[in-house]
């Protein structure tokens, strides 16, 4: 197998191409987003600066209340769910990358064989074109010569 066969094949070389192609993605959506939320940046800010005083001194005596009922023996067995449910989800968010970065890379792999087809056809029709320009060129200097001849 060559080395391009076995990049191919791999599913990491096609996880990479798939998050370089999911950040452009993202990236160029930034500038209309900033945009965006400048203006109701400024609105929220100012409305919501009065309401969280008031939120914060309802939420201390909520947060007493939650401390009084959480276990300390209860908290691995979160801390455990927490991570398998953690791990599930990247080990899926890495497969959705690689099938994007397959796709990526067939998509591009087309236009490279594309662009090499067109270079091999390139220098058939070049020398067809040259041929035919000489012709063209003979023909003229035929009928100047002949033209000039007759005067």
Known sequence: MTLASNLRENKAVYAVAGAGDFAVEKIREVPEQVTRYQGEVRETVDRYRVQVRETAARYRGEVSRYQERVDAKDLPGAAVAYATHFGTRAFEFIDELAERGKKVVHREASEVAEIAA??????????????????????RATGQSRSTAKK
């Open 118 to 139: 067109a270079d091999q056809a390139a220098p058939k029709q070049a020398s067809k074109a040259r041929t035919a320009q000489r012709r063209t060129v003979q023909s």
